[in-house]
């Protein structure tokens, strides 16, 4: 068996994952492939126009590409070259079908793992990257190993990196999960798989597991956080409600160490690929498993975040005199969160959608998802559209009735906010979702604030 990598999938976790694998493992030659053909070339891009952006990503992908880190589109080459294949493909949500709008679409993984199959020449180690239902090994076994031509082991590494800060997270990660079958075969597999990251990650940090505890473990990770969101978020209704101030409340609560700081701010809910579509699988596999009042239970948390958007927009609204129409209102963030460019269910969408709905005229500004929003919103964007998109975000406040702070970049606080009323209609009005502007300083310049949770 030869130290050789590759990863299918060279999107949002395949890249960065391999680029800091590669980095960290230089006697090791590592390919990332993919079908998407531009997103190859622009991985392989002589400018760095990277198809992601992430903080420091460009930096790593500099040190290691051509040396021992390559992009292709050739998988037939990459699965005969290297004996170890991650599998990091997409896992949306099914759209179609049994279990539409819950279960995860496993059609891109049996590709894979077809393509896998039949391009092989050897015993190869198989590790599923994308978070995948649980038992999901057991079906792509059942596909690899159905003759006896070449061995596969499938083993679960699940991938806990944020994005946003996913260089860091690869670096100095919380911890490494690898799940295999307890026989020879896979705890020889699992070793393989553990000297990849040993060679950087603290081996107390590395954990093994059974293959079904490490595919459940990333969906219950990723259901515990999600919920933390959605209850603090329950939380802040009701300190708008009764004049408590939610950041207050989290500030004690969090001194509580069973209960711990982090993922204790109230905002405009969670976005991002994995967690709406990572609950509602789990409630999809609670559903299947007859287990209904915990499917019950883990819906709440996806119910909760989108009612958290509703409230932002009804705010808006009381506050605007009870109507939007034609009023202008400049949304400051477009990407589910500060430091990435992805906006795939971000808050940002589903607010500017109902803001549309109310006629509103929308001003979008975003450092870095402009490109992507102007994908989400096509089928309301146009010559007719009340929507535009604006890179200067004085230029989006201008003549706005309300900003609308949905995404908590850095930049935002150190804008100049006097500049921002002075060309504002009055009354103007900033709505920080985030809580991460001066209110005070705001209220001094004139304006009427609205938060999160206050
Ligand atoms: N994005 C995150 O922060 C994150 C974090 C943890 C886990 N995950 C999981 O990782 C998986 C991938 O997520 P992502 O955000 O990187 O998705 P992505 O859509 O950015 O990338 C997936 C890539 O797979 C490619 N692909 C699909 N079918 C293929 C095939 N048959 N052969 C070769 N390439 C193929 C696509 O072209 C795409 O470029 C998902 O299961 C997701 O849940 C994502």
Redesign the pocket.
Known sequence: MNKNIVC????????PTMAVIAKMNPDRKVIV????ES?IAAWNSEDYSL??YEPGLVDVVKEVRGKNLFFS?D?EGAVKECDIIFV?????TKTFGRGAGYA?DL???E??AR?IKGYANGDKIVVE????PVRTAAAMEAILNDSAEHRFAVLSN??????GT?INDLVSPDRVLIGGPQDEFGLAAIQEVVDIYASWVPREKILTTNVWSAELT?LAA?AFLAQRVSSINAIAGLCEATGADVEEVARVMGADHRIGPKFLKAGPGFG???FK??VLNLVYLCESFGLHTAAKYWEGVIKMNEHQQERIVSRLIKEMFNTLANKKVAVFGFAFKADTG?T?ETPSGAVVRQLDEEHAKIAITDPKALPNAAKDLADLLGEESRIVLEPDPYKAAEGADAVLLMTDWKLYPSLDWQRIYDSMRKPALVFDTRNCLDREALKNIGFKVLNVGK
């Open positions: 299918v999938g060279a999107g949002y976790i395949g890249g492939v993919d079908i998407n997103r198809p992601i589109t998988i990091g493909v997409n896992t949306p995860s059609q891109y993984w590709a894979t393509s990257k994308s978070t995948l699940p991938e806990f990196l944020a994005e996913a990333k990723n991002g690929s994995c579509k990572d992805d795939r």
